[in-house]
T-cell receptor, first 112, second 111 residues
């Protein structure tokens, strides 16, 4: 079963608006990552937040993590047409291996 | 800098034919290597991962196998393809961190 589930499955917003995507997971984690995938391409790592962190920023990206609720959110501010892509959260269990479990993804469309 | 290659980029194969997809990594040594499959509009399913030459772990029972003949080479194979093997295959690597770096992918269509 999927460890991470993103919500919503699809999101369309106007360029310049903020986009928020959510991820829920089921088991304890060491960290949570967000990846981006342009259509037909490989995934690109965006940001990693550790289990002892609550918020992290990188450029126009803001990630929050609530381990009590087993959830994370990714906020993209001042969206651009180039942000159109699918976004996936990925979690690694705290069992000491480096395997990731990916969610089902949010398809983000930025309307120019 | 590190680079990961996958080929071919696209492949159309008949049911029952063999398969060989190759992934190579440059610029690092002893990486962990991963094969994922992604169905259309879906998330990633981990198929195999490897922590070293000849060390392969299978995540799901299936029609596929993987091999790691060299440190930075990871091969995904099948003796007889099924229709259900169609999908987008992604190779990734990691080393000493939890971040994975993905190749460009191979789109496989089995007819």
């Amino acid at each position: 079963s999927q460890q991470g589930e993103e919500d919503p499955q699809a999101l369309s917003i106007q360029e310049g608006e903020n986009a928020t995507m959510n991820c829920s997971y089921k088991t304890s984690i060491n960290n949570l990552q967000w990846y981006r995938q342009n259509s037909g391409r490989g995934l690109v790592h965006l940001i990693l937040i550790r289990s002892n962190e609550r918020e992290k920023h990188s450029g126009r990206l803001r990630v929050t993590l609530d381990t009590s609720k087993k959830s994370s959110s990714l906020l993209i501010t001042a969206s651009r047409a180039a942000d159109t892509a699918s976004y996936f959260c990925a979690t690694e269990s705290n069992f000491g291996n480096e395997k990731l479990t990916f969610g089902t993804g949010t398809r983000l469309t930025i309307i120019p | 800098s590190q680079t990961i290659h996958q080929w071919p980029a696209t492949l159309v194969q008949p049911v029952g034919s063999p398969l060989s997809l190759e992934c190579t990594v440059e610029g690092t040594s002893n990486p962990n290597l991963y094969w994922y499959r992604q169905a259309a509009g879906r998330g990633l399913q981990l198929l195999f991962y490897s922590i070293g030459i000849g060390q392969i772990s299978s995540e799901v029972p299936q029609n596929l196998s993987a091999s790691r003949p060299q440190d930075r080479q990871f091969i995904l194979s099948s003796k007889k393809l099924l229709l259900s093997d169609s999908g987008f295959y992604l190779c990734a690597w990691s080393r000493l961190t939890w971040t994975q770096y993905f190749g460009p992918g191979t789109r496989l269509l089995v007819l």
